[in-house]
C-alpha cells in the first residue's frame, strides 16, 4: 500500500461531503479517525493524520464547526461538522 497523500484525504473527504449532499443532508460529521481508516494507511507506524486532518481544515467554510478535537488539534478525535450544499 502507498502512503496517503493529501490529495487522497482531499478525494475521499470530497466524496463523502457529495454523498451525504446527494442523499439530502443538511450536515455531516467527519472523523478524522473514520477518514484516514478510509484512505488507507491508519493505524500504522507511518500514517499521516497531521496531514489529514490539515485537509480537513482547509476544507471547512463558514458555517462549518469542529465539534470535538484533540488538545494538539491535530489526532484522530478531530470531528468536524461541514454544513450541505457546500458552496461552489
Do not use: W
Not at 486532518?53 to 484522530?76: H, K, L, N, T
Amino acid at each position: 500500500m502507498t502512503t496517503p497523500k493529501a490529495e487522497d484525504f482531499r478525494k475521499t473527504l470530497a466524496e463523502l461531503l457529495n454523498s451525504a449532499n446527494e442523499l439530502g443532508f443538511v450536515a455531516v460529521e467527519v472523523n478524522a479517525g473514520n477518514l484516514h481508516r478510509r484512505v488507507g494507511g491508519y493505524p500504522g507506524g507511518d500514517h499521516r493524520m497531521p496531514q489529514c486532518c490539515d485537509v480537513m481544515r482547509q476544507e471547512m467554510i463558514p458555517g462549518d464547526e469542529v465539534i470535538d478535537e484533540p488538545p494538539s488539534g491535530q489526532g484522530a478525535r478531530l470531528t468536524i461538522r461541514y454544513r450541505l450544499p457546500r458552496s461552489t
